[in-house]
T-cell receptor, first 112, second 111 residues
Framework: SQTIHQWPATLVQPVGSPLSLECTVE??????LYWYRQAAGRGLQLLFY??????ISSEVPQNLSASRPQDRQFILSSKKLLLSDSGFYLC???????????FGNGTRLTVT | GNSVTQMEGPVTLSEEAFLTINCTYT??????LFWYVQYPGEGLQLLLK?????DKGSNKGFEATYRKETTSFHLEKGSVQVSDSAVYFC??????????FGTGTSLTVIP
């Protein structure tokens, strides 16, 4: 069966420090991969999506970046975190047209 | 373009009350429609889906019918439980596997 793993579950980082969040998918190949951010009490904001290795589309200009070094691995990064980067980050995937998004358990990031 | 509008919350109900959370959409073509549930501190879980007009999605006592004529996909449950307390998101999938989410509706069920 298909599973998605996302880590770490929680992270507290100082302003100006780097960030790396990792997401991996199992049980499928060539999935579409997505990074979302959810601010406290708010809806979902799409940050990046990828339809294949090395193919990244950015939805919101910001100091975050994403990479897809392997078919089922999706990484969210930042060189220098801002206070406004705090939030709940969710990785998700789909693998066939019209199939639903499947989400990871999320990473709670607090920038201090 | 594509968009989803769902009723503002928060919604507070007594246990065993009837639940309706309204969701309407705007879409080009024939999207698939979804309801997701998010429990505190967790990711979103797929609750139910419908892929074409007049389809009814159902799961765990929740139901929603894809109404093309009213562009709606309202979530209903006949008798809510305390364990149903969560945030509910309506969503659609459009061309190119793009997803559009509503802003979420927080539900609290009190004993």
């Amino acid at each position: 069966s298909q599973t998605i793993h996302q880590w770490p579950a929680t992270l507290v980082q100082p302003v100006g420090s780097p960030l790396s969040l990792e997401c991996t998918v199992e049980g499928t190949s060539n999935p579409n991969l997505y990074w979302y951010r959810q601010a406290a009490g708010r809806g979902l904001q799409l940050l990046f999506y990828s339809v294949g290795i090395g193919q990244i589309s950015s939805e919101v200009p910001q100091n975050l970046s994403a990479s897809r070094p392997q078919d089922r691995q999706f990484i969210l990064s930042s060189k220098k975190l801002l206070l406004s980067d705090s939030g709940f980050y969710l990785c998700a995937f789909t693998d066939t047209p019209n199939s639903p998004l499947h989400f990871g358990n999320g990473t709670r990031l607090t920038v201090t | 373009g594509n968009s989803v509008t769902q009723m503002e919350g928060p919604v507070t109900l007594s246990e065993e009350a009837f639940l309706t959370i309204n969701c309407t959409y705007t879409a080009t073509g024939y999207p698939s429609l979804f309801w997701y549930v998010q429990y505190p501190g967790e990711g979103l879980q797929l609750l139910l889906k419908a892929t074409k007009a007049d389809d009814k999605g159902s799961n765990k006592g929740f139901e929603a019918t894809y109404r093309k004529e009213t562009t709606s996909f309202h979530l209903e449950k006949g008798s809510v439980q305390v364990s149903d307390s969560a945030v509910y998101f309506c969503a659609l999938s459009g061309p190119g596997n793009q997803f559009y989410f509503g802003t979420g509706t927080s539900l609290t069920v009190i004993p």
